[in-house]
């Protein structure tokens, strides 16, 4: 069975939204799309490529997609490690209003999230990848169907846009897989979902308590 793995862009306010380029994404009258340009170095590309050769398929949302439609094809090497792989291998695009999709290799998923994305991860031969795609991102999160999430942290704070983790999502925990950071500032970190939360506290035991230090 393959895994789920999720690699999102974010500000260190949690927004994910139009990283990037101006018009990538309007919704709200967000004006502040290509924000993660300007952060681009080569420690950057290089584990994009490290992402993307461990690719067996891809899931999307339809707006990433629509996005990545009305580019990748353009690039036609297949020796490119990122139009390579989204160009040769299987794309699974949600949505439930898509009938005709141009981009060869793609399949609409429009029936039940959990049953079609389990069965998907069945029969991909390495990892179904997630990009961007935020609003999908947390209902499969949600759904307890990724199994790796790569976040990629700028340091830079917006104050408007869409967030990743709002209000209302269902408690998860991740053990911390891996992490580094760009020459341009950018943090690389690689989490596993781990199940729930753990609880605790630091209120000191009842009982007589030693606040001198003598015994």
Same mark, same amino acid.
């Given at each position: 069975m393959g895994?789920?793995v *999720?690699?999102?862009?974010?500000?260190?306010d949690g927004?994910?939204?139009?990283?990037?380029?101006?018009?990538e994404?309007?919704r709200?009258g967000?004006?502040? &799309?290509g924000?993660? +340009?300007?952060?681009?170095?080569?420690d950057?590309?290089?584990?994009?490529?490290?992402? +993307?050769?461990?690719a067996?398929g891809?899931?999307? @949302?339809?707006r990433?997609?629509e996005i +990545?439609?009305?580019?990748?094809? %353009?690039?036609?090497?297949?020796?490119?490690?990122?139009a390579g792989?989204?160009n040769?291998?299987?794309?699974y695009?949600?949505?439930?209003?898509l009938?005709?999709? @141009?981009w060869?290799? =793609?399949t609409?998923?429009? $029936?039940?999230?959990?049953?079609?994305?389990?069965?998907? %991860?069945?029969r991909?031969?390495?990892?179904?990848?997630?990009?961007?795609?935020?609003?999908?991102?947390?209902?499969?999160?949600?759904?307890?169907?990724v199994? =790796?999430?790569?976040?990629? =942290?700028f340091?830079?704070?917006l104050?408007?846009?869409?967030r990743? +983790?709002?209000?209302?999502a269902?408690?998860t925990?991740?053990?911390?897989?891996s992490g580094r950071?760009? @020459? *341009? $500032?950018?943090?690389?970190h690689t989490y596993?979902?781990?199940?729930?939360?753990?609880?605790?506290?630091?209120?000191?035991?009842?009982?007589?308590?030693?606040v001198? &230090?003598?015994?």
């Amino acid at each position: 069975m393959g895994r789920l793995v *999720s690699t999102i862009f974010i500000t260190l306010d949690g927004v994910y939204q139009a990283p990037g380029g101006p018009q990538e994404d309007t919704r709200g009258g967000f004006a502040q &799309g290509g924000w993660s +340009f300007p952060y681009g170095d080569d420690d950057f590309g290089r584990f994009i490529t490290e992402v +993307f050769a461990g690719a067996g398929g891809f899931l999307l @949302g339809r707006r990433t997609y629509e996005i +990545f439609a009305s580019y990748w094809p %353009k690039v036609t090497d297949p020796a490119d490690p990122v139009a390579g792989p989204l160009n040769a291998l299987p794309k699974y695009v949600v949505s439930t209003t898509l009938r005709a999709p @141009g981009w060869s290799g =793609t399949t609409v998923v429009s $029936g039940d999230l959990a049953q079609e994305v389990t069965a998907l %991860k069945e029969r991909t031969d390495g990892e179904l990848q997630v990009h961007g795609s935020g609003a999908l991102l947390r209902s499969l999160l949600d759904l307890r169907l990724v199994d =790796t999430l790569h976040v990629l =942290t700028f340091p830079v704070v917006l104050g408007d846009g869409r967030r990743l +983790f709002t209000d209302g999502a269902v408690p998860t925990r991740f053990s911390h897989r891996s992490g580094r950071v760009t @020459g *341009s $500032g950018v943090c690389l970190h690689t989490y596993d979902v781990a199940g729930s939360p753990e609880y605790g506290s630091y209120d000191l035991p009842e009982g007589p308590q030693d606040v001198t &230090g003598l015994r």
